[in-house]
């Protein structure tokens, strides 16, 4: 069995994403720069889902090197998370050299208390995967996302593998980046990963003229319920025999 996870970024996403066929939905805001921590109020509506919500806890977009306000600031958004009753948080830092801030790391999970924890892609830059993955064990973590370094998860499929075997069941490895429904099966049989992590989304549409004008936004695609389905028919079809 391959598990799903949906990432979602509005109300809309937290709704169509709430279906058979996902294990989990990851919550975020600001999709377009990776997923930022999600408001308040989003969290208040995920906190009434039936589907296990992990909250992305992460300040701001660019790198994982965060300054003590910044620290301030996660810190308060778990205990927010966690007030809420929302199963886990995604967490990652580093330091300038991409190497996993550990000490920050270990404070930002005993703030978790008993959420479950995944390590999200700041992975995807350290410059020793299997170290980086022997501290996330020693950290408690339950998962690690990844894309196996590079920039679509079906590109990094040899580092993905490798990984699987060093973890040796002590963390999942969950595959993300520009997985789909077309490339998920070769991706899975590939890699051998038994988790992939992805947003499902439908079609990428304009926002009108006047609204692009002015710096509003350019483009949006919504969370969509058939490429969900069709994500979890593949997911099936890759663990058929033959």
Same mark, same amino acid.
């Given at each position: 069995?391959?598990?799903?996870?949906?990432?979602?970024?509005?109300?809309a996403g937290?709704r169509?994403?709430?279906?058979?066929?996902?294990a $989990?939905?990851e919550?975020?805001s600001?999709?377009?720069?990776g997923?930022?921590?999600?408001?308040v109020?989003?969290m208040r509506?995920?906190s009434? %889902?039936l589907t296990p919500?992990? /909250?992305m806890i $992460?300040?701001?977009?660019?790198?994982?090197?965060f300054?003590?306000d910044?620290e301030a600031?996660?810190?308060?958004d778990?205990?927010t998370?966690?007030?809420?009753?929302?199963?886990g948080?995604v967490?990652g830092?580093c $330091?300038?050299?991409?190497t996993?801030d550990v000490?920050?790391?270990?404070?930002?999970?005993?703030a978790c208390?008993?959420?479950?924890?995944?390590?999200?892609?700041?992975?995807d830059?350290?410059p020793n995967?299997?170290?980086?993955?022997?501290?996330?064990?020693s950290?408690g973590f339950e998962r690690?996302l990844s894309?196996?370094? @590079?920039t679509k998860?079906?590109?990094?499929?040899a580092?993905?593998r490798?990984?699987q075997?060093?973890?040796?069941?002590r963390?999942?490895?969950?595959?993300? %980046?520009?997985?789909?429904?077309q490339n998920v099966?070769a991706?899975? $049989?590939?890699?051998?990963v038994c988790a /992939?992590?992805a %947003?499902c989304r439908? /079609?990428?549409r304009p926002?009108?003229?006047?609204?692009t004008r002015?710096g509003f936004g350019?483009a949006?695609a919504l969370?969509?319920? @058939?490429?969900?389905?069709?994500?979890?028919e593949?997911?099936?079809?890759a663990?058929?025999?033959g």
């Amino acid at each position: 069995m391959v598990t799903l996870e949906v990432c979602v970024d509005d109300a809309a996403g937290l709704r169509v994403a709430q279906r058979s066929g996902v294990a $989990r939905i990851e919550l975020c805001s600001a999709l377009s720069v990776g997923g930022l921590t999600p408001s308040v109020g989003l969290m208040r509506l995920a906190s009434k %889902s039936l589907t296990p919500i992990y /909250v992305m806890i $992460r300040p701001r977009s660019g790198d994982f090197v965060f300054s003590l306000d910044e620290e301030a600031q996660m810190l308060a958004d778990i205990e927010t998370a966690r007030e809420l009753g929302l199963a886990g948080a995604v967490l990652g830092a580093c $330091r300038e050299d991409h190497t996993l801030d550990v000490p920050l790391l270990r404070r930002l999970s005993a703030a978790c208390g008993t959420m479950g924890r995944t390590l999200h892609r700041v992975f995807d830059l350290v410059p020793n995967p299997r170290q980086a993955l022997e501290e996330a064990v020693s950290l408690g973590f339950e998962r690690i996302l990844s894309s196996g370094q @590079q920039t679509k998860a079906t590109e990094g499929a040899a580092l993905l593998r490798d990984l699987q075997c060093w973890a040796a069941g002590r963390v999942e490895i969950m595959a993300g %980046s520009g997985v789909t429904p077309q490339n998920v099966g070769a991706l899975v $049989r590939g890699s051998g990963v038994c988790a /992939v992590h992805a %947003s499902c989304r439908g /079609v990428k549409r304009p926002y009108p003229e006047a609204v692009t004008r002015l710096g509003f936004g350019e483009a949006y695609a919504l969370t969509d319920a @058939q490429v969900i389905g069709a994500m979890a028919e593949a997911l099936r079809d890759a663990m058929r025999p033959g």
